[in-house]
């Protein structure tokens, strides 16, 4: 007796010579009637598709209603093969009985992605690694021939407003509601945020981007730190976790060919400035959740246009246009030098909207894994292009850093069953 699995439990559909039903499984009657024929596992529920062996006995006497349920049965195993349907809402529903489980190291219980849900987020990955990538090639290149990181900061956080004007009037993205109260929820996060990216910019104009990813990678211990401060808890594995990602980022500060304070102070600051900007969020905008990430994402580069070209003009604008003509001098073309500028702008925002994306659609763990090996492809990619010379200590320094973030990525996740606990 030939057995095959049909269902992913014990269950199972045995086929044999004898037929007492005297319906064939092969659609391809004229051919292959000698096929073996099915016999359903007394010991094993009826698929969705099958019937009781009364009603299908009731066919077997008519030779056309034979053929039809032949067809029938065919396309019910080629469509849904499991005996259940590809929609996730009816995988969800069926996640006791039928929908294939995965047991996640934490002992708690996932379903199966879709394929098509697969295939989706590793397409928003690839978008938001390779938008990063070209964001900090061009936005190096830029800081090199015109090193005025205030301008530049400006102007990405320009692009990404014009963009998202352009999403809102072509109606590509719905309009967020504005009301008096979100705009002054906004202005904290707003605030921190500005503080954020034109620390980190004034660092990528000052030393390696590698480098300053690797001490921006030292973004938990602020995290840690800071919510202390206010107030939270955190078990002793998230204390351990941060203690590789000072050391390592501690080896490679002190191991940096390119070392320079301003730059190393820029990537502190700029830790501080995301970190503030997190924390604030979640405090200040809890009544605002009708907004989506993308949308919050765009009004708060807005604002924080507002807050730093003025700010620009005052720390760099006198020398922006002798910078201007030294820049033009150098590459030789100004198309270049536009090409670049917008390259830089564009793509600043663009990393950020699919980063909002992808967190819309995993988990945190997730995303926070996802960003910490970002962190690992842009590094070795700007080491690439822009050949900056790496000692053996620095890469033991920046590859402990990384560690130390991925640990502290499993140490500070929540298991599912604890939040639904929560919640409830």
Known sequence: MLTLNLVPSSSAVAFSKSNPTGVSVSPFVPKLLNRPQIRRNPNVPSLPFLKSATQINAFSSNPSSQLALRFTLFNQVRKSPFGFSQNPTSQILKAASDVPQETSPDGEIEESKPKGKTLQLAI??????FQNIVFNIYNKKVLNVFPFPWLLASFQLLAGSIWMFFLWSSKLQPYPKITKSFIIALLG???FHTIGHISACVSFSKVAVSFTHVIKSAEPVFSVVFSSFLGDTYPIKVWLSILPIVF??????VTEVSFNFQGLWGAMISNVGFVLRNIYSKRSLQNFKEINGLNLYGCISIISFLYLFPAAIFVEGSQWIQGYHNAI????????????VILSGVFYHLYNQ????????ISPLTFSVGNTMKRVVVIISTVLV???PVRPLNALGSAIAILGTF?????TAKPKKVEAEKQS
Not at 334 to 339: A, L, Q, R
Not at 407 to 411: G, I, K, R, V, W
Request: overall charge neutral.
């Open 124 to 129: 928003i990955f690839g978008l938001w690694y």
């Open 189 to 191: 996060p707003a605030l």
């Open 248 to 253: 390592g980022c501690s080896l490679a500060a």
């Open 329 to 340: 001098a150098t590459l030789g073309k100004s198309s270049t030098f536009y090409f670049w």
């Open 354 to 361: 699919s980063s909002y994306q992808a967190l819309d659609d």
């Open 386 to 388: 822009f050949r900056n």
């Open 407 to 411: 640990l502290y990525s499993q140490a």
